[in-house]
């Protein structure tokens, strides 16, 4: 019996996609620390992020939102740098959006699940 599953083919690797739908955490952010791209789309075209609000794993959206950021940041931190900086009301316009954002995934989460 233990010869035989040494034979059996290996199910290929889930995207980030189906990770975020399960809302496997863990496997998310392995995913992640492997490279995977935050913003990778699913056959219909949705991202992880998406999916995960839509499926009510706050958790996983959390994480996914964290690591879009950071992603941007660091993607646009090349030519920025050469942009003058926000000033300080456009700063504080973008850290509240930010936070309203965050706030809402519970909320959207538990709209889809009471409908």
């Known amino acids: 019996m233990l010869i035989l599953g040494l034979f059996r ?12 739908f399960q ?12 490279g995977a791209h935050v913003d990778e789309r699913g056959p219909q075209g949705a991202t992880a992020l998406m ?30 740098r050469w942009v ?13 959006s930010s936070r309203r954002m965050l706030r809402s995934i519970p909320r959207i989460a538990s709209r889809e699940l009471l409908s």
């Not at 083919?9 to 975020?20: D, H, R, W, Y």
């Not at 809302?23 to 492997?34: C, P």
């Not at 456009?90 to 850290?95: D, S």
């Open 9 to 20: 083919k290996k199910s290929p690797p889930k995207s980030l996609v189906e990770l975020a």
């Open 84 to 96: 003058s900086p926000p000033s300080e009301a456009t700063r504080k316009r973008f850290e509240l």
């Open 23 to 34: 809302g496997d955490l863990e496997a998310v952010r392995q995913k992640l620390l492997a």
């Open 51 to 80: 999916l995960a609000c839509q499926e009510g794993h706050t958790a996983v959206a959390r994480e996914l939102s964290r690591r879009e950021r950071t992603e941007t940041r660091e993607t646009h931190s090349e030519s920025l």
